[in-house]
């Protein structure tokens, strides 16, 4: 069981990028992947998860990033719009069977199969 990050990279604040989490060894839809980020000097914290039946977003995002799934690529997307530069950070992918947790920001001790992270930097 594996996850890759990618997709990271440099972009000015108001700026968009899409990261991308791609799954080996297992089927992504029986599975919840959560996307969490982790700043120089700060705890990792959950940013979204999707499952096969619901998406959720910790507040400091929510409107602004949208999470999803091609099954059949057996990935999971996390679209950044509107990008600050408190969403720099190195973004990572993890797996959780079935269901996403009730709180995401600090669910990450409830995901395992971490990936390597990517990250992503905003700054003009």
């Known amino acids: 069981v594996q996850l890759q990050a990618s997709g990271g990279g440099l972009v000015q604040p108001g700026g968009s990028l899409r990261v991308s989490c791609a799954a080996s060894?297992?089927?992504?839809?029986?599975?919840?992947i959560g996307w969490f980020r982790q700043a120089p000097g700060k705890e990792r914290e959950g940013v979204s998860c999707?499952?096969?039946?619901?998406?959720s977003y910790a507040d400091s995002v929510k409107g602004r990033f949208t999470i999803s799934r091609d099954n059949a690529k057996n990935t999971v997307y996390l679209q950044m719009n509107s990008l600050k530069p408190e969403d720099t950070a190195v973004y990572y992918c993890?797996?959780?069977?079935?269901?996403?947790?009730?709180?995401?920001?600090?669910?990450?001790?409830?995901?395992?199969?971490w990936g390597q992270g990517t990250q992503v930097t905003v700054s003009s």
């Open positions: 993890a797996a959780r069977y079935r269901w996403c947790p009730s709180e995401i920001v600090t669910s990450s001790p409830y995901f395992g199969s």
């Open positions: 060894g297992f089927r992504l839809n029986a599975y919840a």
């Open positions: 999707i499952s096969s039946s619901d998406t």
